[in-house]
């Protein structure tokens, strides 16, 4: 019999739903700065220490202005001369001022360098997400019904980009990798979800409002206490700060008990009423379902996808002809009922997985396509660096593997991908990291994971996980079900293996222990290959040796005559296992979140009186390619566009016609803030006029060709810059602000 | 204030929560018979006129037959001589033959015409099914764990089928038409639920054995009754068996309590017991869970994907720069908490629904793109034809909207999508039908609905109901939510309307009924155009009238300086009215199921000792498109095979090498059995061999070419007789089985 224990994955419990305590955690580095992305001011390692010495000095000011205080008031009940006093209290004042000046440089210390940072990346954010929302890339679920936190609809932009990043990930892992794609239900009944351990551990700490019974995160107040201490309260000593920088840092590690210690010790109430809370308890995060009309069938609504894989392995193993390596791919909704969800489309209620679990023989971790990914370099963090206080850097994957920094080739053949992948999306390369879970973050059975994070205004925000998950899933589901979820290597000729075989002599070991005997036996059974080679020499050598027997907690004496441990030879066949996982599992709206803001800038209007919206979008994975304006409401014109915008169809090229009378400067404005990578304005009947988005360079195209064009570059047949080379350039400011 | 009856649309109540019943009923019709589906065994008009002829003879003849026994009896009993009895008994034995004779005619009367009909069907599907499961185009999910009844997951064919008809109706319904397409959650707050009438009404009537608990859905129990007795009772009388036939057909309009009756009056018992039955009592279909952690937020896992689309109705309006029609689409999960789902895929618990929901202005419901369907012919059966007992037949879309038998224009533009949809996909369209609801299965609100159904081995499916709902749903939420759902129709100038203006005297009304002054002015305010102009006339004339108030209860005399009524004229800018909602939901799992029948076929093997299993998928919806396969085990061979391999990747063409050394033969099998078109076979290190899958055609390509002659007709750029005609023909058996 196997004991396992049930323990989560770290893609689980540090998944979506741990995600926010990273955010704060002591690893934060300093990425390269991006002239686009002007709120992003670190602290730098100086900085903190300067923190530090500032909170110090400003404690002792404090002293001298309370000591001066007291002088003051002592020459004043001492009756001593104005000027005395005068001379004191200017002294005083002079004190005071250095101490507000010393307040001043703390307060900019803990908000960032220049003072505003925290404010600078909160205008973009909010910037990004007024045009987001307003555009409905995505809109709050239910709104006319104030809505419900945590559930988000994509409007028709954000749909678009989401079905275009699905296609792309389709093609670049499913097609490309000849995955076996499944598609299973998220009803799931609850012996499945048992086995994963998700009844059991899929929980995070609340607390409730005693009073009004609203119920918090545990951990999430008691965060935010300490963030809003460290950096509104200037007069805690250095320590203090130390401290509650120390908890930030271990938040994740804490239990029940040790967060309920000390929310009761910092005085945490409830947030919005101050009423005392209750102590914290685990509050398990799936939506719990009833499946038929008896009640008698609890289920839940999947939390990951990933274990509708696990369950088909056999099948699936089969479908491939019995042969190792393979891997399956589900792209679905997945479901966790946060306690209280915050930080937009981060942590959100309902969401899209898409997740990958590639099945490997433990003893050939080796990939037939690593060679492809070896030269890729790009932002690694690896455990030494983040314990050590380093940051992460450039390294190539290649040096990675075989220094084994990175487990093995196959996951580094995954994180090569998942780079590829992600970048040719959009996301900026320089806020891009794959970061290595520390050993404390990492499930037992895990042999290494890695987590690609990507920057934005919330912070590093883990996208995707890429996991050796080890046999640890099969194994679960083969001990609950019954069903083995093995396989098998067949040897080409059949191979000699010796194994170990341990035969208890029951009538001695019966005579001897009598009702005790199975227990013995048992025991005995149990031993593993070291254990049994040492009694067997120690019974050659002495007759006789002490053996513990757990069940019965004491040692029992056994004889030479009551087992017999030997060692046989034996032909096999094949080698029968349980394959390893490497589970790489993309969060699908986190990648989209990230990529709206990687996308976002501003630009002056031609005017210079206002701040016009764009969103650099890929034509891959741009809402819409294509718009066809009419330079002038005309018939003429408008029959042209609607024969480009036939042509388009046909070229499958997704495109708008506007033909309302609006400037073409303002047309333009408005499908530059939903990111469309070109505009064909029809401004004669034989040729138009092609506008690239981020460059506003305008070519002349003839019509007939006009769709052609478009669709060779969306289509990354050719660049914009081809383009540019080949057509004649429109040079009249009259179809540009 | 206006009164909502939140009765649910017919596509919810007949949608996939009653189609069984509907199977069975009156109207089933005699297709084309397809050479390729030998189990279509249909019972004419004048079979079904057999069938009761027969019952009467079968009815006469079983009482000649006792009556005659009764007479043997007598004539024993008397000690008549032998010869008298055995004369007797001779004339019995052959009254014995005769009825067991017309006993075998209405056996075969009852289940097909050559009394195999049901079991062709049958074996027919099994064969299908027995192929599609080993194949694992779907499997039962959670296998392992025995499974749970109405969960299916699609296996790597089945996947790539669904997303490739998922990828097509984008293409031709939301990029074609431009369609808004939007991405709502699955988990959905009870308010919502409950202003479209779910939380009310989305039941079914459910029964359970009184002492297991087991539960079974009451249709369903009299269903099988019915229909047991109907096949397998040939003693019932001709009027006994009318009457089952009348409770079949009108299964679905049963209430609750009439259901109850009829199960107490048939004896009906649980069918795995026999144990007796409790009354009927509804079970609301929705997977019901608890939002947020307080335990104190309903929700549920939604049942369709509208209702998210109409509660975003106004952004959406504001998105499409306040003009209609247009149309917003969602693809997503719905989920349906089926009492006993059975029917395989037909009949599920949770699913993927792709849906239209197209808004039109009430008085205009003309399509601009209406003359492109107006030609399409095919098999319709509208309401009168379906109560007057006849069959569907082949009509000029345009004719059935000029004669008003589909209600407008878009609709009818919708309808021909649809068709245009599904026989793309590869449904025969001799076994699609559009069938009208009748007068009782439709909504009171509904203006028109029309299903798409399709026949399969189950019947005739209904696989997309088109209905136009009118303003029914936006209405509903703009109730519950008070926030207006409507639109606006601005006139290009002012237009002067007459609108009737009723001004209570309050001060003449407070005199007159004191504490009943507001029920009075109500009341008053209340009226309609006509019965206000009724009123004034009548003050006009006589000075007095008597006044109902419901809200008293009693008539008032209202006198002439009391209320003043009078017809004023308005400018009014814009006209604001509640749009129309035309709405086209496809069942994906359905279409699919009937597609993969509507495709299956099986052919004798070469060497005529098995029949091999084909899927006749075009490629459009084929799960690989090509498989690439050197003839023999050979290095120089498998490097081609990759070169080809690669081109096809690069061409996006989704493909499968087979590196087995399995004979040419089996391997063909075996992609023909996945539905696979085309087969490159590396035969030489120059051309290759292009074979067609259901021709069985072979071509000789260039190795450089192949990948491209296979994209070109994937695409649909050119077609296989295209191909054939250009290269030149493969002659050798070599490559064939």
């Known amino acids: 019999m196997r004991f396992l224990i049930p323990l989560i994955s770290s893609s689980i419990t540090s998944g979506h739903s741990r995600i926010t305590s990273r955010l704060l955690s002591a690893h934060l580095t300093k990425p390269q700065l991006s002239t686009l992305h002007p709120f992003f001011n670190y602290q730098t390692p100086s900085m903190a220490a300067s923190e530090e010495s500032l909170r110090k000095a400003l404690a002792e000011k404090q002293s001298a202005v309370e000591a001066h205080g007291n002088a003051v008031r002592a020459l004043k009940a001492a009756k001593a001369t104005k000027q005395e006093i005068d001379a004191a209290i200017e002294a005083l004042n002079s004190l005071k001022l250095e101490k507000s000046s010393i307040e001043k440089q703390l307060q900019a210390a803990v908000s960032g360098s220049d003072g505003d940072g925290a404010l600078s990346r909160e205008a973009f954010r909010q910037a990004a997400v007024n045009t987001l929302e307003r555009r409905l890339f995505y809109i709050p679920s239910f709104k006319i019904y104030r809505g419900v ?21 389709r093609q670049h892992f499913v097609l490309e990798e000849n995955m076996l794609e499944v598609d299973c239900p998220c009803v799931t009944p609850e012996v499945v979800l048992k086995a994963s351990g998700h009844v059991d551990k899929f929980t995070d700490l609340m607390v409730k409002d005693e009073k009004t019974g609203t119920c918090y995160r545990a951990d999430h107040l008691l965060k935010d206490f300490c963030n809003e201490k460290l950096q509104k309260d200037l007069t805690i000593s250095a320590e203090k700060a130390a401290e509650l920088k120390h908890v930030l840092a271990t938040l994740d590690d804490l239990s029940a008990e040790a967060l309920g210690a000390k929310i009761k010790e910092y005085g945490i109430t409830a947030p919005d009423t101050k009423n005392p809370l209750s102590d914290p308890y685990p509050f398990n995060l799936m939506f719990q379902t009833s499946i038929g ?42 479901f966790r009922n946060e306690i209280s969800p915050r930080q937009g489309l981060l942590r959100v209620r309902e969401f899209t997985l898409a997740e990958i679990e590639h099945f490997v023989d433990p003893e050939d ?136 075989v341990i035969a208890p002599v029951k009538k001695e070991l019966g005579l001897a222990f009598k009702g005790s005997q199975k227990n013995v036996v048992e025991a005995l059974e149990a031993m593993n290959e070291k254990e049994a080679l040492e009694m067997k020499a120690a019974l050659e050598s002495k007759g ?118 609006t400037s073409i400067g303002k ?71």
């Not at 028709?156 to 275009?164: D, E, L, R, T, W």
């Not at 032909?571 to 990230?594: A, D, L, N």
């Open 293 to 334: 009309p008896s009640g008698l069938s609890p289920g839940y609504m999947r939390p990951e996808t990933a274990q509708g894989i696990f369950v088909n392995f056999k099948d699936l193993y089969y479908y491939n002809g019995n042969k190792l390596p393979f891997a399956a791919a589900q792209i679905g909704q997945a």
């Open 544 to 661: 006789e040796v002490e053996f513990y027997v757990c069940t019965l907690g004491k040692n029992v004496p056994i004889k030479k005559n009551m087992v017999s441990i030997s060692k046989e030879k034996k032909k096999e066949h094949q080698r029968v296992f349980t394959p390893s996982v490497i589970e790489p599992s993309f969060g699908i709206g986190r990648i989209i979140y990230c990529l709206f803001e990687h996308s976002f800038y501003t630009r002056p209007s031609k005017a210079g009186d206002e701040q016009l919206n764009v969103f650099r979008f890929p034509p891959l994975v741009a809402p819409i390619k294509c718009t066809v304006f009419p330079l002038v409401q005309n018939q003429q014109y408008e029959d042209i566009a609607k024969v480009i915008s036939k042509s388009l169809t046909t070229a499958g090229i997704s495109h708008k016609i506007d033909i309302t009378g």
């Open 365 to 500: 971790k080796s990939h037939p396509k690593y060679s492809q990914v070896v030269d890729l370099e790009f932002l690694m963090f690896p455990r030494d660096e983040q314990m050590s206080g380093q940051s992460a850097k450039k390294i190539r994957l290649g040096d990675a593997v075989s220094k084994g920094t990175v487990n093995n080739e196959t996951l580094g053949y995954f994180i090569g991908r998942v780079y590829l992948f992600l970048t040719r999306l959009g996301i900026d390369k320089d806020r891009l990291r794959f970061r290595q879970h520390l050993a404390n973050e990492m499930a037992h059975y895990a042999a290494d994971c890695w987590d690609a994070e990507i920057e934005c205004s919330y912070g590093w925000i883990e996208c995707v996980g890429i996991a050796d998950r080890s046999a640890y899933d099969l194994c679960a589901h083969s001990d609950k079900s019954g069903v083995p979820l093995v396989a098998a290597e067949k040897f080409s000729e059949p191979r000699e293996v010796e194994k170990l």
């Open 667 to 737: 047309r333009y404005a408005r499908t530059d803030e939903l990111g469309v990578p070109f505009a064909i304005t029809v401004d004669s009947t034989k040729d138009v006029t092609i506008r690239e988005r981020d460059s506003k360079l305008q070519v002349r195209v003839g019509v007939e060709e006009a769709a052609l064009v478009v669709k060779s570059v969306t289509d990354g047949l050719r660049t914009w810059e081809d383009v540019w080379e080949k057509y004649p350039h429109h040079t009249s400011g009259s179809a540009d602000d």
């Open 149 to 169: 936190a945590g559930l988000y609809d994509y409007g028709p932009p954000g749909c678009a980009v989401k079905s275009n990043v699905l296609a792309f990930w």
